[in-house]
Nanobody, 127 residues
Framework: QLQLVESGGGLVQPGGSLRLSCAAS????????VGWFRQAPGKERELMSC???????????SYADSVKGRFTISRDNAQNTVYLQMNNLKPDDTAVYYC?????????????????WGKGTLVTVSS
C-alpha cells in the first residue's frame, strides 16, 4: 500500500545542484530501506544511494562510487519523505531518477530487492 512520488527533477547546468524528494503515503517510510536509483539512456539501472535504520534512531547510508562525495541522502520522518541532495552535477548524471522502498535487512542486502517504486523524475545536466 506504500506509494512513492518523486519530485525535484529538471534542467540544471554542470556544476549546479538539485534536491530530489521522495514523498511516501500509505505507510511510514521508517519501516523500509529506501534507495535512489537512476537509469540513463542506453545504460542499466544504477543504485546511487540507500538509507535505512536499525529499528531505532540510528541510520545507515551508502553511496555508489559515482556519486560519493557529491550526493547526500537524508530523511524526514515527520514528513515521511526521503531526499537526495545532488551537488556538483555532471552531464553523466543525466538520467531518470527513481526512489524505491524495500525490506530493512542486513547491510549487505539492503536496497537489493525493492518492492515499491515511484514513477521517476528526469534530471538533465547540460549547458
Amino acid at each position: 500500500q506504500l506509494q512513492l512520488v518523486e519530485s525535484g527533477g529538471g534542467l540544471v547546468q554542470p556544476g549546479g545542484s538539485l534536491r530530489l524528494s521522495c514523498a511516501a503515503s500509505g505507510a511510514s517510510m521508517d519501516y523500509y530501506a529506501v534507495g535512489w536509483f537512476r537509469q540513463a539512456p542506453g545504460k542499466e539501472r544504477e543504485l546511487m544511494s540507500c538509507i535505512s535504520s536499525n529499528g531505532g534512531s540510528i541510520n545507515y547510508a551508502s553511496y555508489a562510487d559515482s556519486v560519493k562525495g557529491r550526493f547526500t541522502i537524508s530523511r524526514d520522518n515527520a514528513q515521511n519523505t526521503v531526499y537526495l541532495q545532488m551537488n556538483n552535477l555532471k552531464p553523466d548524471d543525466t538520467a531518470v531518477y527513481y526512489c524505491a522502498a524495500g525490506p530493512r535487512t542486513k547491510l549487505q542486502a539492503m536496497c537489493v530487492r525493492m518492492d515499491y517504486w515511484g514513477k521517476g523524475t528526469l534530471v538533465t545536466v547540460s549547458s
